[in-house]
């Protein structure tokens, strides 16, 4: 009864173990297994996010409000969020974003946020 439950277990062991070395990709090595499913690793994300922050940077330039604007990338899809003056503002930071190599959608969270001056008015 031992040996059978011990011959099973083995059993079982052999069948997984051949099954995961049959979906793991040749090629991969073990730092590349922290990778998220699309193929990005935080690496990349972080990357992207600075890349894309660099752009708003440039963007500035031209004149758009970009200094209140949150980046987050995750596999190729950048977040933005934050408070902008104007949605013309919104429109460009999108515009910027776009552009960006290795963004391939842009989630815009950002809101419109008109300062008041200290008497209440715009």
């Known amino acids: 009864m031992q040996f059978s439950k011990v011959a099973q ?5 052999f069948i997984c173990s051949h099954l995961y ?7 991969q090595t073990s730092s590349s297994s ?3 499913p699309m193929g990005t690793s935080n690496v990349d994300d972080k990357q ?13 330039r031209s004149g758009y409000s970009f200094s209140n604007i949150r980046v987050r990338a995750k596999s190729g899809v950048v977040s933005l969020t934050g408070a902008v003056p ?3 503002d919104v429109d ?3 515009r910027v974003t776009q552009a960006v190599p290795g963004v ?14 200290r008497y209440g008015g715009q």
């Open 9 to 13: 277990c083995a059993v079982i062991f």
């Open 104 to 117: 391939t959608a842009v989630d815009n969270r950002m809101t419109v946020h008109v300062p008041m001056n």
């Open 86 to 88: 104007a949605q013309t």
């Open 21 to 27: 070395a049959q979906t793991r990709d040749p090629g």
């Open 48 to 60: 992207l996010a600075k890349d894309v922050r660099a752009a708003l940077r440039r963007g500035k």
């Open 92 to 94: 460009a930071a999108t």
């Open 34 to 36: 922290s990778a998220s």
